[in-house]
């Protein structure tokens, strides 16, 4: 018993499990997917900046045109449920003289944002704008209406690389691939394309280019190795 004590006291026995989810013979694999896909809707920002003596003037006027600018847009095509007023702003326009700051004024500036769903129209409602009294505008910034497609073909793009990336790699040990244990995404990227559109649009119809938008995912995959 001695023995046997001192023979078991003399060796170490290590186990080695999974717990029961991932197997201990797996390889693992990162993976990216890139597509293209042409924009379907613009956002711009359409402002109107008005100085006044009080700032109840000033807010009074640039509400005034920013409703112009709003009903302008309306007719040139956007929809009155993708209208919307935002940034509104006053502040008082100070003067400083011997150390004596002295209030000259106030500006308002109210902001009218617009989804475009028809971006060949785009170029049209800037100028509606304009010459509705925008002196600030902003965008267009080109996206997807709806991006659940492009999302799904990118992270598909993903899980192949993966694939091939984990194929070589088990090839490399003498290996090859067995069941897909795990996959989880690592982010997907739709960007937004932003271009600039100068106010000082002397009534032209503005030139736009939409371009494509470049959608990426990337993905890490755990295969199993037989």
Same mark, same amino acid.
């Given at each position: ?46 402002? !109107?900046?008005?100085? %006044?003596?009080?700032? @109840?003037? +000033?807010?009074?006027?640039?509400? $005034?045109? &920013?409703?112009?600018? =709003? ?78 497609? !492009?999302?799904?073909? %990118?992270?598909?793009? @993903?899980? +192949?690389?993966?694939?091939?990336? $984990?194929? &070589?790699?088990?090839? =490399? ?54």
């Amino acid at each position: 018993m001695v023995a046997a004590a001192a023979l078991l006291m003399g060796c170490t026995t290590k186990v080695i499990t999974s717990g029961g989810t991932v197997p201990l013979n797996t390889v693992t694999a990162a993976g990216a997917g890139k597509t293209v896909a042409a924009p379907d809707m613009a956002e711009m920002y359409f402002g !109107v900046s008005v100085r %006044a003596d009080d700032a @109840a003037t +000033a807010l009074s006027q640039a509400s $005034a045109n &920013a409703e112009k600018i =709003a009903s302008a847009v309306k007719g040139a095509g956007v929809s009155a449920q993708d209208i919307q007023t935002v940034n509104v702003s006053v502040y008082p326009l100070q003067t400083s003289l011997g150390g004596n700051i002295t209030i000259t004024g106030y500006q308002a500036s109210v902001q009218v944002r617009a989804k475009i769903r028809d971006i060949k129209t785009v170029g049209t409602v800037i100028t509606a704008a304009n010459k509705a009294g925008a002196n600030e505008i902003g965008g267009p910034s080109f996206t997807l209406a709806d991006d659940s497609n !492009v999302r799904n073909e %990118a992270l598909t793009l @993903a899980i +192949a690389d993966a694939r091939k990336r $984990a194929d &070589a790699m088990a090839k =490399a040990v003498g290996k090859s691939l067995g069941e897909t244990i795990s996959v989880s995404e690592s982010g997907v990227s739709v960007p937004i394309y932003t271009k600039s559109a100068s106010a000082d649009l002397a009534g032209a119809t503005v030139p736009i280019e939409p371009g494509q938008l470049n959608v990426t995912a990337s993905v890490t995959v755990v295969f199993e190795l037989k």
